[in-house]
């Protein structure tokens, strides 16, 4: 079975300023990872993923997240966040599966705070 | 493309009542997911549907929870005698699945807010 831990369940930043998200999870077999953002009230919208290759990925909006297997982690980072980036963020992980498809396991989220 | 659609949006019934759930996914999607999000956490899977076959329930998915897929296009997800503890967003997702060839992306739909009072 697989786990997604996120470090923090809220996150207060000034616009401007480094966005970093931290993921962590844990599976028995090489994961696909994703990050999800969701706005209130809405879905959720995919940011980027990792399924295989290059380990730093770069998603919309000016996000990027770098895949650690040593470290198991996957965090989410934007190098200056803007006020539209306030938002709930799901980190989430699947194994593949063939036919069985590959259900997304989510870690609790973090909501984003940008202070002007 | 128009994306994943729900219907409806948001839904009050009282307790014990039934209440049923429609999802239109992304047209040439095989795949489609039914996942449970309760306030102030992660969404959590309910059932896996790949064409029209149902081919993953979660334990989270009591016996008053059935869902459907007839002809592998849209999707229905219907709760008996509703409890207090079913209020959720209830949120659909699908994707295309070619074996190990798919992308493995969800796409998700606005889902359907349940308050059950």
């Known amino acids: 079975a697989q786990s997604v831990t996120q470090l923090g369940s809220h996150v207060s930043v000034s616009e401007g300023a480094l966005v970093l998200l931290r993921c962590n999870y844990s599976?028995?077999?090489?994961?696909?990872l994703f990050w999800y953002v969701q706005y209130p009230n809405q879905g959720l919208q995919l940011l980027l993923k990792?399924?295989?290759?290059?380990?730093l990925v770069k998603g919309i909006n000016g996000f990027e997240a770098e895949f650690k297997k040593s470290e198991t982690s996957f965090h989410l980072t934007k190098p200056s966040a803007h006020m539209s980036d306030a938002a709930e963020y799901f980190c989430?992980?699947?194994?593949?599966?063939?036919?069985?498809?590959?259900?997304?396991?989510f870690g609790g989220g973090t909501r984003v705070l940008v202070k002007p | 493309d128009t994306g994943v659609s729900q219907d409806p949006r948001h839904k009050i019934t009282k307790r014990g009542q039934n209440v049923t759930f429609r999802c239109d996914p992304i047209?040439?999607?095989?795949?489609l997911y039914w996942y449970r999000q309760t306030l102030g956490q992660g969404p959590e899977f309910l059932t896996y549907?790949?064409?029209?076959?149902?081919?993953?329930k979660s334990r989270l998915l009591s016996d008053r929870f059935s869902a459907e897929r007839p002809k592998g296009s849209f999707s229905t997800l219907e709760i008996q005698r509703t409890e207090q503890g079913d209020s959720a967003m209830y949120l659909c997702?699908?994707?295309?699945?070619?074996?190990?060839?798919?992308?493995?992306?969800?796409?998700f739909g606005p889902g359907t807010r349940l308050t059950v009072t």
């Open positions: 997702a699908s994707s295309l699945g070619l074996g190990l060839g798919s992308s493995y992306e969800q796409y």
């Open positions: 599976s028995s077999v090489p994961p696909y």
């Open positions: 990792y399924t295989t290759g290059a380990t």
């Open positions: 989430a992980v699947s194994v593949p599966r063939g036919a069985a498809g590959n259900k997304l396991t």
């Open positions: 047209s040439e999607h095989n795949r």
């Open positions: 549907f790949q064409n029209e076959a149902q081919l993953e």
